[in-house]
């Protein structure tokens, strides 16, 4: 008989009355789980909020503990088996969890209640899912001490408390980017360090298996992940292997310079044999797409003298006063495309300079533009690189500049599907003879071109880069799949028919999706909307609607946030259609795509009024015909 959950012999089971026999409505819990879909939906999504005010006080009681028994002796303890190592072991101890498993969990309560206050107050107020705690502590553990802590962790709380989704890469990104920009010295030091500590290693392993590893800078990383990927794909689809099986192999073809090939065995399969290093030196080149701004790319600036707010501020103050966000331009935000790296570099002993590329878009440069978004600052023309803390509310506002201020603050950059990179890295990524850099406009107010011109219902390079760069993800909630790697989406169906009733080619009306979740969309029965935020000129809301009714936001933090001169670039409208040719007769969608299109404008419509009830105001109608 197991003793776990007793204090001692005969005592009642710690806790106190056992969960199950609780009185269930008392803490809000349906009764019974005889619901109906809708039902059993809110009750997920209740208890997904009592579940963080749950983690909360299971870190307030270990870090309680560690009050109680660690913070008096932590000075000097000195022993092998020290004050923290024997907290840990009576936590794991009562929960039957390993040592590690104790001390994580006491990292992340003492973490949170000294370096992360305001993001600990997220969890317990059910704005912060539980799953992403262990993601804000490790990206923001070098900030530990530091004169700026409290600004990241007003930052981050700030942009926590926004409406809208959240997926573990975009708030491992949103920690990167508070972290990067506050103390540009420390971080290109950290990375010099990790640059001398890159190594390769092999590791023997189970069954007759074997793991082969390297560490390397991220686009390094990347382009052996993408050549790899390129030769793996050259496949049929009756092959057995998976896609983790045919990419190891295709490792290996590389680095032997062997043949690689599909195993069906079908003697008219045109896969059977792969010259690997004809694939590598054949395929287009590979593009890594690296979007910053200009500024970041000059370096670091004194904080003292560019007192420029960043999104989430500057997002608060534009809700409050919607007015004083003019639609003005500064200097070009641009994108460093680093390409053109050797394939000796991916490559073990191949001594070619050709390059390849598992790019199937044009679209090859990202740009965005500064915007002078605060009026209350007189120098507010300057881009994100010198912002300054955020604040959720006034009180927090107020409590973050008292901060000390760091010397030098910084930009940042974004690589497509690794994340945020430091100015630094930029710096050294710009420096490559082979990178190519390009404003994505031009520096003036003529509209960019929103479709090719052959085509109203392609995007145009611009427009393409653009919305990957606004996304960077998957803009499903939850989804981190990079929006590089995905589909254009029309939000609104494209009438290939009629295009000018709706549902066209434009910033506003393409969203990035990975491809599940687009033909989740296509085929399946939920609804998505976006339109643009009547208060943040250039931005848009985003709703999706699951079958039943109930209405999830779109991401709550996307390239404007890091990259706010994006909602500054204006693109022009799509070109007028041509009539079509004589003799032949434009024919109706089907009577079931026809059912569901309308359906799904009726449902974008209640969703803007309901949204309109909760203070988020939609755009207001006009006269034209409902989109298709």
Not at 542 to 551: K, L
Request: one cysteine or more; a negative charge; proline letters at 8%.
């Amino acid at each position: 008989m197991s003793d776990r959950g007793v204090g001692a012999a005969g005592a009642a089971q710690v806790g106190g009355v056992p969960w199950p026999v609780r009185d269930h409505a008392a803490v809000g819990l349906p009764a019974s789980f005889d619901l109906p879909v809708g039902g059993h939906l809110d009750a997920l999504a209740d208890l997904a909020a009592g579940a963080g005010y749950l983690e909360w006080r299971r870190y307030r009681h270990a870090a309680a503990l560690h009050t109680e028994l660690v913070v008096p002796e932590e000075d000097y303890d000195e022993r092998a088996v020290d004050a923290y190592a024997q907290c840990a072991a009576r936590i794991a101890t009562t929960l039957s969890v390993s040592q590690y498993v104790a001390e994580r969990l006491l990292d992340n309560a003492v973490a949170l209640r000294d370096r992360l206050p305001r993001v600990f107050e997220c969890l317990r107020d059910g704005v912060v899912s539980p799953d992403f705690i262990r993601t804000i502590v490790s990206r923001t553990e070098l900030i530990h001490g530091r004169p700026y802590q409290g600004l990241v962790d007003a930052d981050i709380a700030a942009a926590l408390r926004k409406p809208g989704s959240w997926s573990t890469a975009r708030v491992r990104d949103l920690c990167d980017q508070m972290v990067y920009r506050r103390d540009p010295d420390a971080v290109r030091e950290r990375r010099d360090e990790a640059m001398k500590g890159r190594c390769f290693f092999t590791e023997a392993g189970l069954d007759g298996m074997g793991t082969v590893g390297a560490t390397m800078s991220a686009e390094r990383a990347a382009i052996v992940a993408r050549v790899v990927e390129r030769l793996a794909a050259k496949v049929c689809k009756h092959d057995s292997r998976t896609k983790g099986a045919r990419a190891s192999d295709a490792l290996f073809a590389l680095v032997k310079h062997a043949p690689f090939g599909c195993d069906c065995g079908r003697p008219e399969c045109a896969f059977a044999v792969v010259d690997a290093d004809e694939v590598a030196a054949t395929a287009a080149r590979i593009v890594i797409h690296v979007v910053t701004d200009t500024t970041t790319l000059t370096g670091p600036v004194p904080a003292t003298t560019t007192p420029a707010k960043n999104a989430a501020e500057a997002a608060t103050e534009s809700a409050a006063q919607p007015t004083t966000h003019p639609r003005t331009r500064d200097a070009d935000t641009t994108s460093t495309t680093a390409e053109g790296v050797l394939v000796e570099e991916v490559v073990v002993e191949q001594g070619t300079a050709d390059t390849v590329t598992v790019e199937e878009t044009a679209a090859d440069i990202v740009a965005a533009e500064a915007v002078s978004a605060n009026a209350v600052v007189a120098e507010a023309a300057t881009d994100e690189v010198a912002a300054e803390a955020a604040a959720a509310t006034d009180q927090i506002a107020v409590e973050a500049s008292a901060e000390p201020e760091p010397e030098l603050v910084d930009g940042v950059g974004f690589v497509a599907g690794l994340g945020i990179i430091s100015g630094a890295h930029v710096r050294d990524l710009a420096k490559d003879p082979d990178a190519v850099i390009r404003p994505l406009g031009d520096g003036t107010d003529t509209p960019l071109p929103a479709t090719q011109p052959a085509d109203p219902y392609r995007p145009s390079a611009a427009l393409d880069a653009y919305v990957r760069a606004r996304d960077r993800y998957c803009t499903w909630p939850g989804c981190s799949k990079p929006a590089w790697d995905g589909d254009l989406d029309h939000i609104t169906e494209y009438d290939h028919t009629h295009p000018e009733r709706g549902g066209q080619t434009s910033a506003t009306g393409l969203g990035a999706k990975c491809r599940f979740h687009h033909l989740l969309k296509t085929f399946g029965d939920f609804v998505d909307d976006q339109y643009p935020d009547p208060d943040y000129p250039g931005r848009i809301i985003r709703t999706f609607t699951i079958p039943g009714g109930r209405t999830v936001l779109g991401p709550a933090y996307t390239g404007f946030d890091t990259h706010p001169g994006l909602d500054m670039i204006v693109f022009g409208d799509p070109p007028a259609t041509r009539p079509p040719s004589p003799g032949i007769e434009p024919t109706r969608p089907a009577p079931r795509t026809e059912q569901k299109h309308a359906r799904r404008r009726q449902e974008r419509n209640r969703n803007r009024l309901r949204n309109n009830l909760n203070g988020v105001r939609p755009p207001e109608p006009d006269d034209a015909p409902p989109p298709y």
